[in-house]
């Protein structure tokens, strides 16, 4: 596989990774629209350094994505640390069970270090808990819907 994994950086990787999360969370797992896509999702909150977009390419086509952005800290309990949130994890159906979504979260991990952030933390899918448990990543907390979706938040410290 020659897989190559990259911030996004143009208008163009920004469309193809939304395309690539339509298919995913709106058109399969039935996230509404208005629910997948918000502000974070423009190439101004790029350019203003408000969030992080991930794409995993082959040949020019977007197998996996991901986004980063500072977490709000009332959402975590007794912390003074400014963590990362990872979000909006996304895998091209044909490419699940390939490693992409491992290449595409150790990129994240790479990214985050890179920028000096130890804390990453994410909302998983129920579904998904035992893929980041792989990567280390930690359960805290109780699970609770999210479009409609079964989550529980999820942490991992991260160091270079």
Known sequence: MSLFIEIVKTQEDLDSILDL??????????????????????????????????????????????????????????SREIHLHIGRVAVRHDARKTGVGKLVMEKCHQVAVSRGYSILTLSAQVQALGFYEKLGYQARGKIYLDAGIEHRDMDIQVSG
């Open 21 to 78: 999360r339509s298919a995913v969370f709106i058109d399969e797992q039935l996230v509404p629209k208005e629910e997948e896509i918000d502000d974070l999702d423009t190439i101004q909150s790029i350019l203003d350094d408000r969030v992080i977009h991930i794409v995993a390419k082959e040949h020019n086509a977007v197998l996996g994505t991901a986004r980063m952005f500072v977490e709000n800290k009332s959402n975590i309990s007794s």
